[in-house]
């Protein structure tokens, strides 16, 4: 019924869960380059990005390069494991910037194809503003595969439909976070609004032919996993790979493309000013959005520092006495 995928950067519980697919995030990256067993891939780039630029470069600025280049570093790591594809992360301090977003897709592929890697392995990840979504159509028109994600409302999800790009991430945990917040209620997995956003945005593409992949993502509990059975790709944590591993059942289809077909959607032409309209109406998608991106970016000033740390530790260290 659906495609797993697994949402982390560490490598071993890949290994261990065997999804066809993985998805990275610059918090994800952030954790993985904090364990203790991924500090050769760590120091190995710290000490590649130092090369490249020289001994008088600042501490920060190897960091930046680094960052950039880890990322990569993890998803090469992560498809020898994977049978298909990895989702790597532009900068999200860029996603309002459709041209800056162009321009590090295109540098990330390269990494990528530098190591021998195609394209079609790789999704670009890029967080879905107006400004993100115009960057996935011009990468999409290049080959250059794109997941358009911090998905919260209807509105980015036809934008990036009309826009050709392959593959989609709605929140459904972030969604349920901020209902629970502002109505003090609690949800049960069947009338969980993330659950009920990703089937309303899966009934429109599949009532209206879009190819685009719906992969529901950001999972608070199995029961927001089980009621989207049917949907074309499910991102989901090892802690929820792991209990999804112990549950034994049956498990219904709940999201079926020829059930969506004949149901009456009508369809909304978008455009920007109505997609502006659309997301200025929708408090949760607007707060949601905001949010995702402010953290992905605090995520990567982590990292910068904690790379920068490292990178004055490595050159502390002393030279090893010749034999």
């Known amino acids: 019924m659906t495609v797993v995928v697994a949402d982390t950067g560490d490598i071993q519980s890949i290994e261990q869960f065997k999804p066809r697919d993985a998805t990275t995030n610059p918090s994800l990256i952030t954790a993985a380059a904090e364990?203790?067993?991924?500090?050769?891939?760590?120091?190995?780039?710290?000490?590649?990005?130092?090369?490249?630029?020289?001994?008088?470069?600042?501490?920060?600025?190897?960091?930046?390069?680094?960052?950039?280049?880890?990322?990569?570093?993890?998803?090469?790591?992560?498809l020898k494991i994977v049978p298909g594809r990895v989702s790597t992360e532009?900068?999200?301090?860029?996603?309002?910037?459709?041209?800056?977003?162009?321009?590090?897709?295109?540098?990330?592929?390269?990494?990528?194809?530098?190591?021998?890697?195609?394209?079609?392995?790789?999704?670009?990840?890029?967080a879905s503003t107006w400004e993100g979504i115009k960057a996935g159509e011009i990468l999409?028109?290049?080959?250059?595969?794109?997941?358009?994600?911090?998905?919260?409302?209807?509105?980015?999800?036809?934008?990036?439909?009309?826009?050709?790009?392959?593959?989609?991430?709605?929140?459904?945990?972030?969604i349920l976070d901020w209902y629970k917040k502002d109505t003090g209620h609690d949800y049960t997995p069947q009338e969980d609004p993330g659950v009920l956003s990703v089937r309303t945005i899966y009934d429109y593409y599949k009532k209206f032919g879009y190819k685009t992949e719906v992969m529901g993502a950001s999972f608070r509990n199995i029961g927001e996993i089980t009621e989207l059975a049917g949907c074309d790709l499910l991102t989901i944590s090892p802690a929820l790979l792991a209990d999804l591993n112990q549950k034994e059942g049956e498990l219904p289809r709940h999201l079926d493309p020829e059930k969506a077909k004949g149901k009456g959607i009508s369809r909304i032409p978008m455009d920007q000013a109505t997609f502006v309209k659309m997301h200025a109406a929708d408090r949760m998608a607007n707060d949601k959005l905001a949010e995702g991106i402010a953290g992905f970016s605090k995520a990567l000033v982590n990292l910068e520092t904690m790379?920068?740390?490292?990178i004055t530790e490595l050159e502390e260290q002393p030279e090893p006495a010749m034999a």
């Open 140 to 174: 999409e028109k290049e080959g250059i595969h794109c997941n358009l994600t911090l998905m919260f409302g209807l509105h980015q999800a036809i934008a990036c439909a009309e826009a050709g790009i392959t593959l989609i991430s709605p929140f459904v945990g972030r």
């Open 90 to 126: 532009v900068d999200a301090r860029l996603s309002f910037d459709t041209n800056a977003t162009v321009a590090k897709g295109r540098e990330i592929i390269a990494q990528y194809e530098g190591a021998g890697i195609s394209r079609n392995r790789i999704l670009i990840k890029i």
């Open 35 to 78: 364990m203790p067993k991924y500090k050769e891939i760590v120091d190995g780039t710290l000490l590649g990005a130092r090369k490249d630029l020289g001994d008088a470069a600042d501490p920060r600025q190897v960091a930046a390069l680094a960052f950039d280049h880890l990322a990569v570093e993890f998803g090469k790591r992560i």
């Open 307 to 310: 790379l920068a740390h490292r």
